[in-house]
């Protein structure tokens, strides 16, 4: 019987969802593709009421396409992805240029 799907397929489609794909070999051969996800912190309430009126960016280290599933998700109109926890400042300055005001606020 063929596998209905391929690795890299499942790992687009995973990526497309917000999900983070970890591949598994055993002895040089993919076994598993686990996902793993940010759940966030606001935990039944609807995070875009807090955003209501403003332009929002998030900025993270996350991969584009998953950056952008969980942006989507939550609201926020403009990503910027791969960003090393070194790049933030001139990510954010780079925001700045385009806009009046940005400020900075981080989970950790």
């Known amino acids: 019987m063929a596998c209905a799907f391929t690795s890299a397929r499942m790992g687009e489609r995973l990526g497309n969802e917000g999900k983070s794909p970890l591949y598994a070999a055993v002895d040089g051969r993919l076994a598993a593709i686990l996902a793993v996800a ?15 009126g403003l332009k929002v960016a998030m900025i993270t280290d996350d991969n584009a396409r998953t950056a952008r599933a969980i942006a989507d998700r939550l609201g926020i109109d403009e990503v910027v992805a791969e960003v090393l926890p070194g790049g ?7 925001l700045r240029e385009g806009c009046i005001r940005a400020a900075f606020v ?3």
């Open 38 to 52: 940010d759940q966030g912190d606001n935990a039944g309430r609807d995070p875009r009421s807090a955003f209501a």
């Open 88 to 94: 933030r400042v001139d990510a954010i300055k780079a």
């Open 106 to 108: 981080a989970r950790r």
